[in-house]
């Protein structure tokens, strides 16, 4: 079945870097956008990055954008969310979750269970 | 970008109630609106998508409606296991975004 992963959340200081992953199975990967979500603690659902199908086109939040870089490994199944300069307004779960084949007005069909990061000093 | 209101921010209800979710974008995005219904430490859940599609394996007692700026989310008869949140997105354009979620409790 098609199933996501993340990983790499944890307990980071402001102004350092993460990186986040997530791993996908159960369909053909490198065929569809990805996507990364966001829910800090106790509030709604913030869309963070997009990416298509082949890591050529790229969208990002304005909260995010030149911090944050959305990438993905088509070999290795893989999708990344490189997180720098992080703020404690950046603490959150973050999910992955499967777009569609094309990038323009696609939705996120599957979801991911999230990993959580927390900025703090 | 585009801004979405949802309404109402919390609702209590009982089993076997209607109940409607109504979702407004700040500019008209056809019919470019999904659904997720998402319960306490759980990831989000697609519902519906292209405002009225009932995503797969999703019961048929939840529906969705409109296009433009105006959409509904509706449960026609509650079961206990739809107390949840819910949260409206538009894919319309990016940067897209979510509604703030509607809280649905039992009363």
């Known amino acids: 079945q098609v199933q996501l992963v993340e990983s790499g959340g944890g307990v980071v200081q402001p102004g350092r870097s993460l990186r986040l992953s997530c791993a996908a199975s159960g369909f053909t990967f490198s065929s569809y956008g990805m996507h990364w979500v966001r829910q800090a603690p106790g509030k709604g659902l913030e869309w963070v990055a997009v990416i298509s199908y082949d890591g050529s086109n790229k969208y990002y939040a304005d909260s995010v954008k030149g911090r944050f870089t959305i990438s993905r490994d088509n070999s290795k199944n893989t999708l990344y969310l490189q997180m720098n300069s992080l703020r404690a307004e950046d603490t959150a779960v973050y999910y992955c979750?499967?777009?569609?084949?094309?990038?323009?007005?696609?939705?996120?069909?599957?979801w991911g269970k999230g990993t959580t990061v927390t900025v703090s000093s | 970008a585009i801004r979405m209101t949802q309404s109402p921010s919390s609702l209590s209800a009982s089993t076997g109630d209607r109940v409607t979710i109504t979702c407004r974008a700040s500019q008209g995005i056809s019919s470019y609106l999904a659904w997720y219904q998402q319960k306490p430490g759980k990831a989000p859940k697609l519902l519906i998508y292209?405002?009225?599609t009932l995503q797969s394996g999703v019961p048929s007692r939840f529906s969705g409606s409109g296009s433009g700026t105006d959409f509904t989310l509706t449960i026609s008869c509650l079961q206990s296991e739809d107390f949840a949140t819910y949260y409206c997105q538009q894919y319309y354009s990016y940067p897209y975004s979510f509604g703030q979620g509607t809280k649905l409790e039992i009363k």
């Open positions: 292209a405002a009225s």
């Open positions: 979750a499967k777009g569609q084949q094309w990038l323009a007005r696609t939705y996120m069909d599957v």
